[in-house]
């Protein structure tokens, strides 16, 4: 059974940072593309930033320069680094895990930042 379980969330002031963590279990994590998604109230969940197994990263337009993806396969784990955030980065954040033609998803994590 596939479990992705996000932290690292909460409030923060515009400017400050926030580290996400997505612990995943019950996966082969070394072969899976890992990724964070975010949700904003009545928009939809769009991509925030994937890493390969390989360590290739992209990363959506709006984050570029301020957030980092990375993984650390000796414990399963991907994380977020957000820096200078933005009211507008403002959302649920979702880890998601794809591998083949399967894909998992968090609980995800919330993420307000206040100007």
């Known amino acids: 059974q596939v479990q992705l379980v996000e932290s690292g969330g909460g409030l923060v002031q515009a400017g400050g940072s926030l580290r996400l963590s997505c612990a995943a279990s019950?996966?082969?994590?070394?072969?899976?593309?890992m990724g964070w998604y975010r949700q904003a109230p009545g928009k939809q969940r769009d991509l925030v930033a994937g890493?390969?197994?390989?360590?290739?990263?992209n990363f959506a337009d709006s984050v570029k320069g301020r957030f980092t993806i990375s993984r650390d396969n000796a414990k399963n784990t991907v994380y977020l680094q957000m820096n200078n955030l933005k009211p507008e980065d403002t959302a649920v954040y979702y880890c998601?895990?794809?591998?083949?033609?399967?894909?998992?998803w968090g609980q995800g994590t919330r993420v307000t930042v206040s100007s």
């Open positions: 890493i390969t197994s390989g360590g290739s990263t």
């Open positions: 019950g996966l082969i994590f070394t072969s899976s593309v």
């Open positions: 998601n895990a794809k591998r083949g033609f399967y894909a998992y």
